[in-house]
């Protein structure tokens, strides 16, 4: 069931800024290295064109036949949101929160997003397709993603007819997702690699393996904080279990690749690795003004050297947490104006000295 | 009178370690920017051949011929060193406290320096001259170190004749020092036009008053901390008092500019100012590991930030304590081991953290 929407969606979201989100929770297996396991399928409603062929009129259809479906009785309790009313910074802090993509805040006309309590699994409307269903844990959750994510798709399916061709699949926008539609992602936090240069040869093994590495953001953005992205780049071919199977191996051997460059880097340069974790929590502790950029790069050190047991008094909730908040849409719904890049990079330091200034690094 | 030496040179430079030292003690005229003042005369005994030319035991000779006249009645307590039996380490300790040139320390043969208590003055034997007389004082007060250097060498020359001849004046070593013999010098600390890049045109237009710039140890040196040394380059052809009034006019320009310079970057941009003088506090309190440049660099901006009233909570004679104490042989003698590069890294960190950590920067 669709929340009773008993607060509008503004207020609604300004709650949701002071939580932590479960893509950044920083619990389940592997999460010193796996930050959140995600599964989404790309589906699209039969009898209607594409979203980039169809009118604002049949969009609009679109998000009501999809939000009826959703709001079916026995349907888990979730938030309807019209995007296309949305203010920018909404969309951006949605998009923070990994519950939307970068293509859905950026697009208009009419398209929703619908979010389940706790965050767990949200459908985009009218984004490429006209239902991208996602599920997102923290961890290295990958079979628990699929088997949430393959529930709501039938159940979603129960009431809609979803566009099936017998021989390439389900249909997609874009061709690449045609086949199961499914896109199974891992965000790593990368710090090691990155530190000893290897992660070009993480990215050059991985596309080898059929699979992409990308930023935080998805598709075309920057690895912020040394957040890498994993994900299958074939739908076509391959059973749903193959492909979470072939995912899950890369994955724990990029892991297992980290966790040594880490002992590594402690075994022969542990003092200068302290320092680097000391100073950067110094300048996070310090500043008076930083941008989100800086913030995520400090964050990352500080929070491999809370995993190396280099920092103590010092909760990896909060870092974790940080790493949302600090971001700028959370930055201005937690200081409840918009604020203009210079005003916010103060807002940043004096939000970072506030949550980190009981804490210390031995 | 020379002190009783009561203890051997080598405690006695241990123990000049744990002080701050006349040239940082951080008060006297203008001592938000001018750090010390200091002038020296430069004097060769009669019938002896310059330092240069002199034999081994023509230099032993010259030693202690200054040494007996050092010791008169009447003369002040002061510590005779023999800087030919000293190790590099100590010579290194008295260099960074300005009480030797890094000439005497780097040359051999027969030399000593004689150290007044409170370290007012000192004497340098067989530097590039004979006697090399210099009065150091903190902030600008080039009057009163003229004062009691002439008095010092009216003393001296009552029972040794210098070399002096009627046209040229005294005779020195090197032609550019002959006539006074005298170098003024003035120790300025000028963070605020090494920030907007002023700090050549002063250089220039000190070089078109006949005036040198120099690093904190002299020629040759780099402008460590942003400390500048301004002195005359002209000892022949006009009165000790002109040079005197010369080299002042000249300092409090460079005073007034330094000062302008700072409240523009105040009125301009204190927010970044603050934010530059937090982060230099945050990272000299963090670090595990410092260099001692990375170590001055900061302090002079946080010595800046002192001044201009953007930190509270710390004694400004604590950082002018440590620009010296975090010096390599200073750190050394602190420690009482000798210690390579690296681990006087850590210990110099470890140093800056226990000085500072009952302060905080507002």
């Not at 874009?174 to 070009?200: E, K």
């Not at 990308?214 to 076509?236: H, I, K, M, P, W």
Request: glycine share 6%.
């Amino acid at each position: 069931m669709l929340n009773p929407q008993s607060v509008d969606n503004e207020t609604w979201l300004s709650r949701l800024a002071t939580t932590s989100g479960e893509w950044l929770r920083g619990d389940g297996p592997e999460s010193d290295i796996v930050i959140s396991s995600r599964v989404r399928l790309a589906r699209n409603i039969a009898g209607f064109p594409f979203v980039s062929r169809a009118s604002a009129d049949i969009r609009h259809q679109i998000v009501q036949l999809a939000q009826d479906s959703l709001n079916s009785p026995g349907q888990p309790s979730r938030r309807f949101v019209n995007v296309e009313t949305l203010s920018p910074l909404d969309c951006q802090f949605l998009m923070e929160r990994q519950l939307i993509s970068r293509e859905l805040a950026r697009s208009d006309g009419p398209r929703a997003v619908v979010i389940a309590d706790g965050e767990r699994h949200s459908i985009m409307i009218n984004e490429e397709d006209h239902l991208r269903i996602q599920v997102l844990h923290s961890g290295l959750s990958l079979e628990e993603c699929w088997k949430e994510c393959d529930q709501l798709d039938d159940q979603i399916e129960a009431s809609v007819p979803y566009a099936f061709h017998p021989q390439f699949g389900y249909l997609t926008a874009c061709p690449t997702n045609a086949g199961t539609g499914i896109r199974i992602s891992v965000m790593l936090h990368l710090p090691g690699l990155r530190l000893n240069r290897d992660i070009q040869k993480v990215n050059n093994t991985a596309q080898k393996l059929s699979l992409a590495v990308r930023g935080l953001y998805g598709e075309g953005s920057q690895a912020l904080g040394d957040f890498y992205q994993l994900s299958n780049q074939v739908t076509l071919g391959m059973s749903e279990p193959d492909l979470l199977g072939h995912v899950q191996r890369v994955v724990l051997q990029v892991v297992s690749w980290e966790r040594k460059v880490r002992e590594t880097l402690l075994r022969d340069g542990r003092a200068k690795l302290h320092d680097q974790v000391a100073r950067a929590f110094g300048t996070l502790t310090s500043a008076r003004t930083i941008s989100s950029e800086e913030t995520m790069h400090l964050l990352s050190i500080v929070r491999m050297g809370l995993r190396l047991g280099l920092v103590s008094n010092l909760d990896v909730g909060v870092i974790n947490e940080l790493f949302i908040h600090t971001q700028p849409a959370h930055l201005q719904k937690l200081q409840g104006e918009e604020l203009e890049a210079d005003r916010r990079n103060v807002a940043r330091a004096n939000y970072l000295r506030q949550r980190l200034s009981s804490s210390s690094v031995s």
